[in-house]
């Protein structure tokens, strides 16, 4: 089906989530705004396949590769991606811990460390620059103890390991396989907030405890008084963030040390927006706030994506016209 009609087109590709891409369908779909939502059908993608969707908001391809294939065909086509599908595999937390430093936010002392273990095929021969044996004493000089050991790509708190000592940190570095991993310092904070970031620019700031089970980190945080100044600069910076990575979709964790707010987790491009996670207040400030975004992205209202062949594509179509 092509999106050539009147009514522009607003796919969901989910996981096993319901509460969230339920809600915004049908959110989306009881305005009067000419876009309507639905949540993609795909069976197989070919270089024909003609443009369906206005947007597609991707929930899920970080797991499923399949997904990633399909939606860089889809943003060729024209489709607005949320979040945009090659920046979104090409980061990862090392680098986005650099840009926050780069751009005046303060993070954590992170090291990024070499893998454990190598898929079959790299050999000693392969690892010739890499120098050896690691200096875990610097390395842990430099963090300090305790620190978290966690992959330098991905999320949902896999492989995420509080350390106290090196003895504990080279233990926990020999479950880690074949990923690449980072070591922070831990930040012992008075605060800890997370934002929740639609469209790069509407933030809300809400209290969040890492500290809690999955369903209670929102719902069961202490309710921090945040000086109004302090508020004001977690919003610019989680912001800045945001427009750095091109995310429209984002939460942003923020850890309060001495009055400091430093960047801990800013990139969680599919992030939970469960109610049973966000409690009915976040959720429904969620839902609408993405159904706003999808709607004027949908109606044409988008950023720059910079694609490196959209000038090209430009100039051909137009000789095509």
Known sequence: MSSNSSQRRVGLLVGRERSFPDALIAEINTRNSGVSAEYVRIGHTSLDDE???????????????????????AALGGTHIVNNPFWRIADDKFFGTCLARELGIAVPKTVALPNKDYPEGIVAESLGNLVYPVDWQAIADYTGMPAF??????????????????????????????YCMILQEEISWSMYVRCICIGQREILVVPWDPRKSHFERYVGAMHWRLDSGLERLIVEQA????????????????????GVPYAIDFMNSAPDFDITSLGETYFTWTVNAMADLAIARANGDRPRTNYRWDALLAGVRALRA
């Open 51 to 73: 443009r369906r969707y206005d947007v597609i908001v991707d929930r899920i391809s970080h797991e499923v590769s399949y997904y990633q294939a399909f939606l860089k065909r």
């Open 239 to 258: 912001q800045l963030l945001n427009e750095a990575l091109g995310y429209d979709m984002n939460t942003v964790e923020f850890a309060v040390r001495d």
């Open 149 to 178: 050991l966690k992959p330098h790509w991905g999320g949902g708190w896999k492989l995420v390991n509080r350390v106290d000592s090196i003895e504990e940190l080279l233990a926990r570095y020999d479950e880690s396989g074949a």
